[in-house]
């Protein structure tokens, strides 16, 4: 979904590097990043970056800090989009945000956008051009900002589309999650790596974006059933060693135990 967002933008306005960010209002959360233009790798500097000046905006706030009108400079250009959420015009980029980003990439002109959904942020493009001439005049803006609207439209739905499906997945494994809020290690209960990252996915109350963290931990969960095989396979063949529940297993000093019975002994 965010890859055809930014290859809509970019094909719209010609920018040279196109960037979007999602935003979680209740959480002050940036959050699934995807550019083009730049290496995918470098948007996790970004989000750090985004977070800790938001971080700072909002300790500010709370203390009363914060000016009157907010500038680009004080807190950077996304704090200013975020809290403003108007479209930021910054044809000269290097003077009016000279940011890391903006001297990294050599950006000559910005364009952000805020993607509203109603009076709901959902997140913010960036549009950046290396050469100034490049750069859209109003007429050309008043089009980004209809795609860009457009665009917190298709965001909505797919968040909501993937709530819905999370919300789903979770109501038919009420009886997995009561298993998961027990005690680790606890006998009788079995150690799945999935339970724990569910429970942590629950306790967030985020489905939408928690759902992936399932995806992942039912993944993950496959090594641990894996393990559990190699475990019975041991036990069939007698190459296990007893002892209490919450200690280690004692060998003899001196004898060197079977490699695959050392695994199978690991609490």
Avoid: C
Wanted: hydrophobic share 40%.
């Amino acid at each position: 979904m965010l890859r055809g967002v930014v290859a809509d933008m970019q094909h719209a306005s010609g920018a040279d590097i196109v960037s979007i960010f999602l935003y979680e209002e209740a959480t002050h959360t940036y959050y699934a990043p995807f550019a083009t233009g730049q290496p995918q790798e470098s948007l996790l500097d970004s989000l750090t970056d985004m977070r800790e000046q938001l971080a700072r905006y909002l300790t500010d706030a709370e203390q009363g800090k914060v000016p009157d009108e907010l500038g680009v400079h004080q807190y950077g250009s996304t704090v200013w989009l975020t809290v403003t959420r108007q479209r930021l015009i910054a044809r000269n980029a290097p003077s009016e945000i000279d940011s890391t980003f903006i001297r990294r990439y050599q950006v000559q002109s910005t364009i952000g956008l805020p993607l509203l959904a109603g009076d709901r942020l959902l997140g913010l493009v960036y549009l950046n051009y290396r050469n100034q001439e490049k750069a859209p005049d109003d007429s050309a803006l008043a089009e980004l900002e209809r795609r860009a609207t457009a665009a917190a439209m298709v965001v909505q739905a797919v968040l909501a589309g993937a709530e819905r499906t999370a919300l789903e997945g979770l109501a038919r494994l009420t009886g997995t999650v009561r298993a998961a809020v027990r005690r680790i290690r606890e006998p009788g209960v079995p150690d799945n790596a999935h339970l724990n990252m569910l429970r942590h996915v629950i306790e967030k109350r985020h489905p939408a974006v928690g759902i992936l963290s399932i995806r992942e931990a039912i993944r993950a969960n496959q090594r641990v059933r894996e393990l559990e095989a190699l475990a019975v396979d041991l036990l069939a063949r007698g190459e296990w060693t007893s002892y209490a529940v919450g200690t280690r297993p004692t060998f003899e000093a001196g004898v060197k135990q079977p490699a695959q019975q050392a695994i199978g002994t690991k609490s």
